[in-house]
């Protein structure tokens, strides 16, 4: 049994396990729930009363979700640090502003039970330490972030055809240039690496791309992560009955990381999994370019495109593409995008996973304007309990709680940011009504 300092696990509930593989859940698992800053507090709360009424009519009462409560961001450090001041606060190394807000007690409990879902943290900007997101993805190894990106019906998009993107974007969570190895501009950390370029690799002094003044930022990028994570885009392609999985990368400017990226990937596809893909030059060879003939084979296409011309493709040629496999920054960016084009992230879910653990998240931030006015879109964190459901094997649950969603949006019971985009727009309604109307849809 592991011992916390603050948390005091459920007295009913099973945990989850898992071994060798394989995950075995109990009929009323134990889940761990993050509340978070800002909106998080409404949006959690709506989010398991969802989730709980869709267990209950899916399962008919056979199935239950026993909440387990653990602590990230200002939560977190009002319990296990209530007397240090913002000014102490800001005196400490960026490991201990880290444990004030991410403590240890939040990692262990997430390793035990397996499964997690959490609301927004705050994240500070330019200084301190990296963010609670970060930590998270950082020490307890969750490799791959999953986005799932799919237009609903009824909601305003930007584009002229949002229902054309259905993607699943694998991005890498532990590397690139959020593996947070950085010096800033002045510190003798980044004067001894400017030195270090200049008398080791022989850059030059007067070098416009590496000034005296300049802040550092290092990205490391391995065979291992990079592998994993294309590794788990094609395993879910191969599940989810998928036929195309996109690696993109700037390997052409950036050579020793995201060309390796590219490299490791097609490395990865073909050792691992030769019998059920094809490369977009061996689909010119055997299938004369013709994707359909390679699916009606039984292949799976693995291609590769360069960032840049990527964010193109999914406005100008967005069906050809259904799984993407990214680094860090990239699937940042993209994810992003892509969740603009079907509407914006109010409905975009997330998660961050291993082969231990399944952390799903609202990918939108805390939105502080907002916090306490019962007035936000929890359709994100809504959404992302749908991929935890799936993942514990509750599919009935999930589906019957997107199709709901569905049917809420269309029937024009919105909140605010979908209201005012109708046209003509309509009266907006509160967050806990927007949840009572799911619950109606089941």
């Not at 969740?339 to 961050?352: E, K």
């Amino acid at each position: 049994m592991t011992e916390y300092e603050k948390l005091v696990p459920p007295k009913r509930g099973k945990k989850i396990t898992v071994k060798n593989g394989k995950w075995t859940v109990p009929d009323n698992p134990i889940v761990c729930w993050i509340e978070g800053d800002g909106i998080g507090p409404e949006i959690s709360s709506v989010m398991r009363k969802v989730v709980d009424a869709a267990v209950e009519k899916a399962y008919k009462g056979k199935r239950k979700i026993e909440w387990f409560e653990i602590y990230a961001g200002n939560k977190a450090r009002a319990l296990y640090n209530p007397k240090v001041t913002d000014e102490q606060l800001k005196a400490l190394s960026p490991q201990d502003q880290r444990k004030a807000y991410l403590p240890d007690d939040t990692l262990k409990a997430v390793r035990e039970y397996h499964v997690a879902i959490k609301g927004p943290c705050e994240t500070p900007v330019g200084k301190g330490f990296s963010s609670i997101n970060v930590g998270l993805r950082q020490f307890l190894s969750l490799g791959v972030c999953l986005r799932p990106v799919w237009h609903i019906k009824g909601v305003p998009a930007p584009v002229n055809d949002p229902d054309a993107i259905d993607m699943v974007v694998f991005r890498e969570n532990l590397e690139d240039i959020y593996a947070g190895i950085e010096a800033y501009p002045g510190s003798e950390q980044a004067k001894q690496i400017i030195n270090f370029l200049r008398t080791e690799w022989k850059v030059p002094v007067d070098s416009e791309s590496l000034r005296d003044s300049s802040g550092i930022s290092i990205k490391p990028m391995s065979p291992e992560n990079s592998k994993n994570l294309v590794r788990s885009a094609i395993e879910y392609a191969i599940k989810m009955k998928r036929h195309v999985v996109t690696i993109c990368h700037k390997g052409n400017i950036m050579k020793a990381t995201e060309g390796q990226f590219m490299n490791w990937g097609y490395e990865v596809a073909k050792e691992e999994f030769r019998n059920v893909i094809v490369t977009e030059e061996e689909l010119n060879q055997k299938y004369g370019g013709d994707v359909k003939k390679a699916i009606a084979d039984g292949k799976i296409l693995v291609n590769d495109r360069i960032q840049d011309a990527m964010f193109q493709q999914v406005l100008l040629r967005p069906m050809e593409y259904e799984v993407l496999a990214m680094p860090n920054l990239n699937g940042d960016y993209l994810s992003d995008q892509l969740a603009a084009q079907v509407g914006g992230l109010g409905f975009a879910p997330g998660a961050n996973l291993n082969d231990n653990i399944f952390f799903a998240e609202a990918t939108h931030g805390t939105a502080p304007k907002h916090a306490g006015k019962n007035e936000i879109n929890p359709g994100s964190i809504i959404l992302s309990a749908c991929l935890m459901l799936e993942h514990m094997g509750w599919g009935e649950a999930s589906s019957i709680i997107r199709s709901a969603v569905s049917k809420t949006v269309e029937s024009k019971k919105v909140t605010y940011d979908i209201a005012r985009q109708l046209t003509p727009p309509v009266e907006p309604i509160s967050t806990t009504k927007f949840s009572d109307e799911i619950i109606k849809n089941l």
